[in-house]
T-cell receptor, first 117, second 110 residues
Framework: GAVVSQHPSRVICKSGTSVKIECRSLDFQATTMFWYRQFPKQSLMLMATSNEGSKATYEQGVEKDKFLINHASLTLSTLTVTSAHPEDSSFYIC?????????????FGPGTRLLVL | DAKTTQPPSMDCAEGRAANLPCNHSTISGNEYVYWYRQIHSQGPQYIIHGLKNNETNEMASLIITEDRKSSTLILPHATLRDTAVYYCIVRPYNTDKLIFGTGTRLQVFP
């Protein structure tokens, strides 16, 4: 199956700093990538959808100025958590799909655990 | 968007078949049923998907009722490594989005 990687796998940062998370599709070109957030004992919550070369589409309630998403190439999307605060501590997961369509399958990365002190 | 209903938890003995039900009574005719699972502290793993017909792959089988209002994921010989949260998702036909519900926590015991 298709492989999606994330880097870093875990990160600890101080409150007020920014953190960048990378999501890469290793063996396929991803025209669309998705970013999710998951708090402990909860399900995944979709944050935004990004298409290569265009602005991301954010879900309701997700601050676009706080969670900056860049999808500059067909194999790389980045999520930057700006001015991170302890409440941003969470498990961030990306997924990628190819050309879209009714039967398109999303493949997920292993996730990045963010802890803001 | 079609909602799904799954039991919050299930147990299964190792080596036995695990049958995970999912209700999606409001599904539209062109919406696919997807199954993913998430092992603790990992990203979700794709298992299988289907539209109308039953599907089988190396991981599992998907049985969809004729009226498409429910489906069952079957793991034919569960192992301890199949312990995970299993998500049944109905994907809207006009979007790539996957909206995760609460899933079923499957515990496989020795």
């Amino acid at each position: 199956g298709a492989v999606v990687s994330q880097h870093p796998s875990r990160v600890i940062c101080k409150s007020g700093t920014s953190v960048k998370i990378e999501c890469r599709s290793l063996d396929f070109q991803a025209t669309t990538m998705f970013w999710y957030r998951q708090f402990p004992k909860q399900s995944l919550m979709l944050m935004a959808t990004s298409n290569e070369g265009s602005k991301a589409t954010y879900e309701q309630g997700v601050e676009k100025d706080k969670f900056l998403i860049n999808h500059a190439s067909l194999t790389l999307s980045t999520l930057t958590v700006t001015s991170a605060h302890p409440e941003d501590s969470s498990f961030y997961i990306c997924s990628a799909s190819t050309s879209g369509g009714a039967e398109e399958t999303q493949y997920f990365g292993p996730g990045t655990r963010l802890l803001v002190l | 968007d079609a909602k799904t209903t799954q039991p919050p938890s299930m147990d299964c003995a190792e080596g036995r078949a695990a049958n995970l039900p999912c209700n999606h009574s409001t599904i539209s005719g062109n919406e696919y049923v997807y199954w993913y699972r998430q092992i603790h502290s990992q990203g979700p793993q794709y298992i299988i998907h289907g539209l109308k017909n039953n599907e089988t792959n190396e991981m599992a089988s998907l049985i969809i009722t004729e009226d498409r209002k429910s489906s069952t994921l079957i793991l034919p010989h569960a192992t301890l490594r199949d312990t995970a949260v299993y998500y049944c998702i109905v994907r809207p036909y006009n979007t790539d989005k996957l909206i995760f519900g609460t899933g079923t926590r499957l515990q496989v015991f020795p």
